[in-house]
């Protein structure tokens, strides 16, 4: 048995019993800070591969690498003490086979820590899910706009916009809800269809840009925070941490050039000691004597 004391945080199945019981709130975290303030209010943080385009400035996140989901998933759970973390698998991770993807889901979970991982897909997917799932790896797939096949879908769409499309994302639903996930996330959809979809599958759906019709609903913490510079339409930004920053900024820089900033208060004088006493330099370090 462990000697430390344990961090209890939420399990998958905790999640997924909240369907029907109350509406579950997430929220990307990419560190360890930002991931302690927002486990006071989520039930999971979603270490997101947005984390490519929204920290490291990729235009999108097809080139992020496993190794960078793993750092960020070990800075978010040493900040998370109550919430499920999820980490993301990132493109190329996991689609090649059940095997592989168990491989790599398995270091994502030995190395960070975290309870759950995420991957992209409906029913092409359904069958890895079930492989990690009876290996031990609880799934939140993730359907509708899938931004890891921005490529084939030839931009950032919405879906199920149309009727033509309900069927297959409907089906999509129920392949990764029959496969195992706990959970699936529904971004970008049109509202009658993630109602419909919500309606159809007994596990909680995630909404993300997918109506107040899911059973819960997720953000990328920098986009609500107002810290990105383009954001979606489905966004709404609950602050304004770039303007905040921006002048924080600004008031150090101006204060730097005009010299009043390191101010007495910010600067070390010399402990009183036997005798005479040094001045301090100009840096608040010991002058040397002559
Ligand atoms: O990477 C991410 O931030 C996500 C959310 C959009 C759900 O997958």
Redesign the pocket.
């Known amino acids: 048995m462990s000697v430390q004391a344990p961090i209890k945080r939420l399990t998958a199945p905790d999640i997924a019993a909240k369907k029907g019981v109350e509406p579950i709130v997430s929220l ?1 975290a990419y560190h360890a800070h930002t991931a302690a303030i927002a486990d006071k209010y989520c039930d999971f943080l ?1 270490v ?3 984390l490519g385009m929204v920290m490291h400035g990729y235009e999108t ?1 097809v080139p992020v690498p496993l190794e960078l989901m793993i750092m960020h998933g070990r800075a978010v759970t040493r900040g998370a003490r109550r919430a499920l973390v999820v980490v ?1 698998m990132p493109f190329g991770s996991y689609e090649e086979s059940p095997q592989v993807a168990f491989r790599n889901a398995a270091r994502v979970m030995k190395e960070t820590d975290c309870g759950a991982i ?1 991957l992209e897909g409906g029913t092409r997917m359904a069958e890895t899910i079930r492989y990690l799932v009876d290996r031990g790896i609880p799934v939140m797939a ?1 359907i509708g706009l899938t931004p890891q096949s921005i490529n084939v879908l030839g931009g950032f769409k919405a879906q199920g916009r149309s009727q033509d499309q309900w069927a297959a994302l409907e089906a999509d639903a129920i392949a990764v809800a029959e496969a195992g996930a706990f959970s699936v ?1 529904l ?1 970008a959809i049109a509202e009658p269809l993630a109602a419909r979809i919500s309606k159809a599958i007994g596990i909680p759906t995630i909404g ?1 840009g997918a109506s107040s019709a899911c059973d819960g609903q ?1 953000l ?1 913490m920098e986009d609500m925070l107002g810290l990105s510079p383009r954001v979606p339409k489905f966004v709404k930004e609950f602050g304004k941490v770039g303007a905040l920053i921006e002048s924080a900024i600004k008031g150090y820089a101006d204060e730097v050039k005009a010299r009043t900033f390191p101010a007495a208060e910010h600067t070390y004088a010399m402990r009183a000691e036997s005798g005479t006493a040094a001045p301090a330099t100009s840096k608040g370090g010991v002058a040397k004597k002559p």
């Open positions: 990307t979603l997101g591969d947005s996140t993301d995420k993730h996330v971004e993300i997720i990328v």
